[in-house]
Nanobody, 128 residues
């Protein structure tokens, strides 16, 4: 059974860093594409970053490119999101998800409907 658990959220000041972690179970990380999404109040869920299962290649949303880094540890079965230079507009609930239909992040990786399994989310608030 697939199970995803996010951790690491919190309240931080603008310009600082935060690291989120997603603990996965029930599948092999090097087989499926995994991604981080976020959803702010009143907004649609948006793709933040994706990492391919087959080769570990990564893609990012333009809004976080150069500030966020996605990584994975196949042995520990975790997918992390290192967030730097955080801005108030990064405030959202962050979700970890897996696409068990694809081994790589496709051109439409940012569409939440492509991902069938989700964690419960972790709140990130960036405020002074």
């Amino acid at each position: 059974q697939v199970h995803l658990v996010e951790s690491g959220g919190g309240l931080v000041q603008p310009g600082t860093s935060l690291r989120l972690s997603c603990a996965a179970s029930g599948f092999t990380l090097d087989y499926y594409a995994m991604a981080w999404f976020r959803q702010a109040p009143g907004k649609e869920r948006e793709g933040v970053s994706c990492i391919s299962g087959s080769d570990g290649r990564t893609v990012y949303a333009d809004s976080v490119k150069g500030r966020f880094t996605i990584s994975r540890d196949i042995v520990r079965k975790t997918v992390d999101l290192q967030m730097s230079s955080l801005k108030p507009e990064d405030t959202a609930v962050y979700y970890c998800a897996v696409d068990r239909q694809r081994t790589r992040c496709g051109s439409s990786w940012y569409r939440s409907r492509n991902f069938g399994d989700w964690g419960q989310g972790t709140q990130v608030t960036v405020s002074s």
